[in-house]
Every structure is written in structure tokens, then in C-alpha cells.
């Protein structure tokens, strides 16, 4: 089995300042990682995905997340945010190998932009 | 080409009563899986279906069910009502051209909100 945590529940942040957003997970077995955005009254888009190869994957709109297997993290961070970025944010992880798709997701972060 | 529609996008029904829900995926996806969002206990993965058959299931009780038709179509039914079952509802809809884990893509979700 896996878990997911979002080390924060809530992160506010001026607008133009850079941001992160921490995940860490556990599980017995390796792991594909994903970062999804939730606008309100939405819902979830795939912002970014960790499935082989650099450890390093970043997304269209300028976030980007690094995957660390020896710390099992898998960080969400932006050099400068927007207003448009005000969002929920969800780490989530599946199993590699499975048969089928099972997420396994954090609790979310609430990204609060401000001007 | 157009993403995963979910239907009705609310409803509001009363303890007892049951509910089905509705879920076409993007064309040509074969798998659907569906999620539970609730403030308190977050994103939980429901069941998945592929190819008309349940591949994979969460814990959930056996008042939640669900199928999946020949065109990939996804229903999910929740009999005797309980005021816990209110929630969003989400949908996600993945290619799976192997057997193994693919991208997840999400409708906009059904709100029910139980009386």
C-alpha cells in the first residue's frame, strides 16, 4: 500500500515570489508520482507526471517537481507565481507494475496567491 | 477532442434514496475509475473498471457500485443513502494500451449532496 503527505495545508505567497509545495510519500514497492491542480468548483487537471527517466519534469505553465527516491519526495515548486495559480494542489502516487490504475493521493495544498 | 463528461453535475437526494451517476470517458479510453472527494477524508479511489470488468476496488462498502458498458461508458450506483455520501464524485478516464499504469484524466464531477 502507499501514502501520500502534504506536508502543508494551506501556503500563502505574494504574487512574482517563488513557491514550494512539499510531498512525501511511502510504499513497499516503486512508484509513479503525479502532481494534479484543482480550480474551484473543478476538477482535477494533470499538471505533471513522474513516470521514468530525469528525475526532473517540469510542466507547460513554469512549475516543476524533482523526484528524490531517497527521500521520497516528490516536491511541486514555481520561481514566480501568478494570481491565475490560486488553486488546490494534489500529490498522488500508483504503484508501478499494477494492473490498472489506483491513485493514492495527499491531503492537498490550498496555493493562495496574493497581490 | 472532447474530455470526460460527467452527469448530472448535481444533485441533491434524500437518506434512503439512491443515486446513479454518470461517466463517458475521452474516445477511445478504456479504463474509467471513479473517486470520492470529501473535505474530511479527502480523495479516495472508489473502484476502476476496464473492459466491462472491475480491475480494481477501494473500501468501500457494497453500497457503492458501478459497471461499464461496451463503449467504455461508466456508471456508479449508491443504494441507501447515507448523509456521509455526500461529496464530489469524480471521474477519470486513462488510454491503457498495455496493462499497465497510464495518465489519469479527470471529469468536472457530479456534487451530491444528501439530505
Known amino acids: 500500500a502507499q501514502s501520500v503527505t502534504q506536508l502543508d495545508s494551506q501556503v500563502p505567497v505574494f504574487e512574482e515570489a517563488p513557491v514550494e509545495l512539499r510531498c512525501n510519500y511511502s510504499s513497499s514497492v516503486s512508484v509513479y508520482l503525479f502532481w494534479y491542480v484543482q480550480y474551484p468548483n473543478q476538477g482535477l487537471q494533470l499538471l505533471l507526471k513522474?513516470?521514468?527517466?530525469?528525475?526532473l519534469v517540469e510542466s507547460i505553465n513554469g512549475f516543476e517537481a524533482e523526484f528524490n527516491k531517497s527521500q521520497t519526495s516528490f516536491h511541486l515548486r514555481k520561481p514566480s507565481v501568478h494570481i491565475s495559480d490560486t488553486a488546490e494542489y494534489f500529490c498522488?502516487?500508483?504503484?508501478?507494475?499494477?494492473?490498472?490504475?489506483?491513485?493514492?493521493f495527499g491531503g492537498g495544498t490550498r496555493l493562495m496567491v496574493k497581490p | 477532442k472532447a474530455g470526460v463528461t460527467q452527469t448530472p453535475r448535481y444533485l441533491i437526494k434524500t437518506r434512503g434514496q439512491q443515486v446513479t451517476l454518470s461517466c463517458s470517458p475521452i474516445?477511445?479510453?478504456?479504463?474509467v475509475s471513479w473517486y470520492q472527494q470529501t473535505p474530511g477524508q479527502g480523495l479516495q479511489f472508489l473502484f476502476e473498471?476496464?473492459?466491462?470488468?472491475?480491475?480494481n476496488k477501494g473500501n468501500f462498502p457494497g453500497r457503492f457500485s458501478g459497471r461499464q458498458f461496451s463503449n467504455s461508458r461508466s456508471e456508479m450506483n449508491v443504494s441507501t443513502l447515507e448523509l456521509g455520501d455526500s461529496a464530489l464524485y469524480l471521474c477519470?478516464?486513462?488510454?491503457?494500451?498495455?496493462?499497465?499504469?497510464?495518465?489519469?484524466?479527470f471529469g468536472p464531477g457530479t456534487r451530491l449532496t444528501v439530505l
Open positions: 474516445s477511445g479510453h478504456r479504463s
Open positions: 473498471y476496464f473492459s466491462e470488468t472491475q480491475r
Open positions: 477519470a478516464s486513462s488510454l491503457q494500451t498495455s496493462g499497465t499504469t497510464d495518465t489519469q484524466y
Open positions: 498522488a502516487v500508483t504503484a508501478r507494475g499494477n494492473a490498472g490504475n489506483m491513485l493514492t
Open positions: 513522474y513516470l521514468s527517466g530525469s528525475t
